[in-house]
């Protein structure tokens, strides 16, 4: 217990030299990332690499996480969209700062379990839906867009999901190698883009998985 207090101060404290929005450090305290780590992996919960979890997709850094949801500029009441909620972690950060998320995961299991972690936190401001997010949600707008899959090129097909001068985030690049994190932000029918930073994140596969 000892260990773990020590591993989220020394998180926190890395994560203030960012100089993040109180807001999200607010929301970084509140949710305890040890609740979405697999059992085998609660160690290692606090510290900066990435983790595996299941079906063979991995858990983003907490720092990773961190400097994405500052750069989304996320308000209350925003309506988001998550492309791969993965263990549910970032979800549950977006929820807490009192966003309207809906989360896209082609993983059944990963579903399932996200769905009640989040609900452990009592976090209703969620839906976690079984779809492979290729596409977004056709039809529907967002005020932000955060994607956790790789995109070989700039995700235009996403400008009619945004609203005005809203903001999309997402890894672009080649699929096997280092991509650049991009911030799209929406100007009447176009993107201006940013490069942010540099990851390693996992592609896109098409289709909802039949098997897990």
Do not use: W
Request: with cysteine.
């Amino acid at each position: 217990m000892k260990e773990r207090r020590a591993a989220i101060a020394g998180m926190l404290l890395r994560l203030r030299a960012i100089g993040l929005d109180h807001r999200l450090m607010e929301a970084l305290e509140q949710i305890p990332r040890q609740n979405f780590v697999p059992v085998m992996h609660l160690f290692e919960s606090y510290e900066r690499g990435k983790l595996p979890i299941e079906c063979g997709q991995t858990m983003t850094s907490a720092d990773q996480v961190a400097r994405t949801l500052q750069e989304l500029d996320v308000g209350e009441a925003h309506r988001i969209l998550e492309i791969g909620t993965g263990s549910g972690y970032q979800a549950a950060l977006l929820a807490s700062l009192g966003a309207r998320v809906t989360s896209l995961e082609r993983f059944r299991t990963l579903v399932e379990k996200a769905v009640i972690r989040l609900a452990t936190l009592e976090l209703g401001n969620v839906q976690v839906m079984l779809v492979d997010g290729r596409s977004g949600l056709p039809g529907q707008v967002f005020d932000r867009i955060v994607a956790n899959c790789v995109f070989e090129e700039a995700p235009r097909e996403f400008i009619d999901q945004l609203s005005s001068g809203g903001i999309m985030i997402a890894p672009v690049g080649p699929p096997d190698d280092i991509q650049k994190l991009m911030r799209f932000h929406k100007i009447g029918s176009r993107f201006e883009a940013t490069e942010l930073f540099e990851v390693r994140m996992q592609p896109f596969i098409a289709g909802v998985s039949l098997a897990i």
